[in-house]
């Protein structure tokens, strides 16, 4: 079946880095686009940007531009997103999900950032 | 594109109809989804294409509207409906959500 797996949850400090994957199957990755959304806690959902698996290409919310960067493997139908100079208002859970045509289906588990000192 | 929900929150009763409203700041077509999140987990979606029924999602829910008014209904409210519900624009980026609606049981 059509899964994304996403790395565990992470504890990191103000001004580092995190690095989350999401793993996809059951599909042809380069198929189809991946989107990432966060959520903070008791809060609604925040787009954040997508990166076409076939080549790369990414597109980022305007919010998160210059600390976001989307990769992906296409060897082992991965793709990571890694935001830098991470701040407390960053806490929040990390979501991968796939685009189809009009919808988002399906998302990732979710990863919990924490940015703490 | 700014997605405004109503209500944000709604007390029902099993068996009750639920309607819930999503208003875009300008049209965005049919380019609407509605996502249904429990907590502690990833949402799910239920409607695409403002109205198209995801496979495995229950009958009882239905979406209608175009443009920048748009309805999730639940015609029966069941007891695994209880969950906030969050529509969302694939028209323009930034892709944006609405704000939420918490259903609760009355």
């Known amino acids: 079946q059509v899964q994304l797996v996403q790395s565990g949850a992470e504890v990191t400090k103000p001004g580092a880095s995190v690095k989350v994957s999401c793993k996809a199957s059951?599909?042809?990755?380069?198929?189809?686009?991946i989107h990432w959304v966060r959520q903070a806690p008791g809060q609604g959902l925040e787009w954040m940007g997508i990166?076409?698996?076939?080549?790369?290409?990414?597109t980022y919310a305007q919010k998160f531009q210059g600390r976001v960067t989307m990769t992906r493997d296409t060897s082992t139908s991965t793709v990571y997103m890694e935001l830098s100079s991470l701040r407390s208002e960053d806490t929040a859970v990390y979501y991968c999900?796939?685009?189809?045509?009009?919808?988002?289906?399906?998302w990732g588990q979710g990863t919990l950032v924490t940015v703490s000192s | 594109i700014q997605l405004t929900q109503s209500p944000s929150f709604l007390s029902a009763s099993v068996a009750d109809r639920v309607t819930i409203t999503c208003r875009a700041s300008?049209?965005?077509?049919?380019?609407l989804a509605w996502y249904q999140q429990k907590p502690g987990k990833a949402p799910k979606l239920l409607i695409y294409?403002?109205?198209t029924l995801q496979s495995g999602v229950p009958s009882r829910f239905s979406g209608s509207g175009s443009g920048t008014e748009f309805t999730l209904t639940i015609s029966s409210l069941q007891p695994e409906d209880f969950a906030t519900y969050y529509c969302?624009?694939?028209?323009?980026?930034?892709?944006?959500f609405g704000g939420g609606t918490k259903v609760e049981i009355k």
């Open positions: 990166i076409d698996p076939s080549g790369g290409s990414t």
């Open positions: 294409s403002a109205s």
């Open positions: 059951g599909y042809t990755f380069t198929n189809y686009y």
């Open positions: 969302q624009q694939l028209n323009t980026y930034p892709l944006t």
């Open positions: 999900a796939r685009g189809a045509t009009s919808r988002f289906d399906p």
């Open positions: 300008q049209g965005i077509s049919s380019y």
